[in-house]
């Protein structure tokens, strides 16, 4: 079966959307042609040489992975740097490669929430929801047609707050207005004021679901000309963000959790603060580089917060309020690739990803 790369790409970011990833970083599709049509896709955390010659011995002609091969900008490609190289490589043998990076990590169903399933979180919840995405559609159609505009705008993704879904606010009165000859209206005459019972539907929906939601609201409207509003809200919207905080079912002792980490993640090795003489239960976390959360995991009263590559004064945030645990950036984050995979096979169903049997994790340990 063959596939658009467009397509393999598009699925990724129906769940988190280009616009979700943060300024310095560079997700989405970087070297290839969109239109191409391939057979076999390669899910990998880094794309390094190795991992390129992995995507050509099973003739995949594209690889997904989490980490962008291209992050800064290249001024040559040239044989002189891994990324070069990886770049020069993947040109020479037609082999796209794409990226869901940080949009990934800032979405609920991503890569923390795959690192909660893991270590069996519960009552999970973004850890710093973002501030300032969300918008407010209000809409008039007439009374008669409510009920289909509203359904349209639901199922296009707007109306959620929370835990619940198909939220609006609806008000009825009355609309004016008058045709001109040109136009071809559904109610009324042209060239006469026309007075038509209406309903105002006012609902909410993050910003990089207006263009969908618009699309939708307007296919299923009755009349020529929309009305619409879109305002700016000031909301959290507490579906995207960074990290993770959640309940372990049954409190456990320090060393039983640091047990269950290792264990985890495969690895024997955590680096972490001055313990404290309390059962851990709730849990904070984000993938990867997260020492910027320290200060919301504290506020969150977490008893413990995992991360990985924390400075040796990042330790000292710590202040007595919860444990800091190092466990490692390619250990927190080699979830990844199934969670990638997975969400291919589910946009895609009659098309499964390979998974890299690549370790591409650049951190050794002697023990």
């Known amino acids: ?51 390129l010659d992995e995507a050509i011995s099973k003739r995949c002609g594209l690889i997904v992975s989490h980490h962008p091969l291209i992050f800064r900008g290249l001024k040559h490609i040239t044989p002189a740097s891994p990324v070069e190289r990886a770049v020069l490589k993947a040109i020479q043998n037609d082999i796209a490669i794409a990226s869901a990076h ?25 850890l710093k929801p973002v501030e300032g995405l969300l918008k407010k559609l209000v809409t008039f159609c007439p009374s008669a047609h409510a009920e289909k505009v509203r359904t349209a705008i639901f199922e296009a993704g707007a109306g959620h ?44 929906l993050p910003s990089y679901l207006v263009q969908k939601v618009l699309q939708a609201m307007i296919a299923a409207h009755p009349y020529e000309e929309v009305a619409y509003d879109i305002y700016p809200l000031q909301n959290t919207f507490n579906k995207v963000g960074a990290g993770m905080v959640g309940q372990l079912k049954q409190p456990l002792s320090t060393e039983d959790f640091f047990r269950l980490v290792g264990k985890t993640f495969n690895n024997k090795v955590l680096r972490h603060s001055l313990t404290i003489d309390k059962p851990i239960q709730r849990v904070a976390l984000c993938g990867g580089s997260g020492a910027f959360l320290i200060s ?31 466990a490692g950036h390619f250990e927190t984050e080699q979830f990844t690739k199934e969670l990638i995979g997975d969400i291919i096979k589910k946009k895609i169903p009659n098309f499964a990803p390979l998974i890299s049997e690549v370790n591409t994790n650049a951190v050794h340990y002697f023990f």
């Open 161 to 204: 707050i929370g835990h619940y879904d198909c939220c609006s606010y609806n008000l009825e009165g009355f609309g004016t207005f008058r045709a001109g000859g040109e136009a071809n209206p559904f109610v009324g005459k042209k060239n006469e004021i026309h007075h038509e019972p209406e309903h105002r539907i006012e609902t909410i």
């Open 102 to 126: 940080t949009n990934l990590d800032n979405v609920m169903h991503g890569v923390n929430g795959r690192i909660a399933d893991k270590i069996g979180l519960e009552q999970i919840s973004i």
């Open 296 to 326: 919301d995991a504290k506020a969150s009263k977490a008893d413990v917060f995992i991360t990985a590559d924390l400075k040796y004064h990042d330790f000292f945030e710590a202040d007595g309020k919860l444990i800091l645990v190092d």
């Open 1 to 51: 079966m063959e596939i658009k790369i467009s397509e393999i790409v598009q699925s990724l970011h129906e769940l988190a959307p280009l616009s979700l990833q943060e300024a310095y970083d560079n997700s989405g599709l970087l070297i290839g042609d969109p239109d191409k049509l391939v057979e076999r896709v390669l899910v990998s955390l880094d794309v390094t040489e190795a991992v």
